[in-house]
């Protein structure tokens, strides 16, 4: 570890931080759904899964500046959780079951999808 990838993951998670913070400004809540996490997180699975097919051929400092440090700030798994907690405790159960489902089901599938697409083209 050198304080170079230090300063690359740093930058890039405190841009990914500040667009997340950006995505939860302009993204009401609607029906007592966290969407801004929600879409935060799915954006950030769709960068994971077009850059599990460019990392191969992208420098280390890339890596570290694009998925540890971008991808890392722009997804929130304690968010998520957080969200997910305060749902429960008002007894919003569907809500907290269908954003639970919905955030693992399509996180996997905008993965897979965002990857599928750029691996059939590489």
């Known amino acids: 570890m050198n304080i170079t990838n230090l300063i690359l993951v740093f930058l890039g998670g405190g841009i990914g931080s500040v667009l997340r913070y950006g995505i939860s400004w302009w993204t009401p809540e609607s029906a007592g759904f966290p969407w801004a996490t ?8 769709i960068l994971i899964g077009i850059l599990l097919v460019i990392v191969p051929v992208i420098s280390e400092s890339s890596r570290l500046l694009l998925v540890t440090g971008f991808c890392g700030g722009l997804s929130t798994f304690s968010t998520f959780s957080r969200e997910t907690m305060q749902l429960m405790q008002r007894g919003e159960w569907l809500i907290a079951g269908t954003y639970v489902l919905a955030s693992v089901v399509v996180g996997l599938i905008a993965v897979y999808l965002a990857w599928a697409v750029l691996q059939d083209n590489a």
């Open 38 to 45: 929600f879409w935060a997180n799915m954006l950030s699975c």
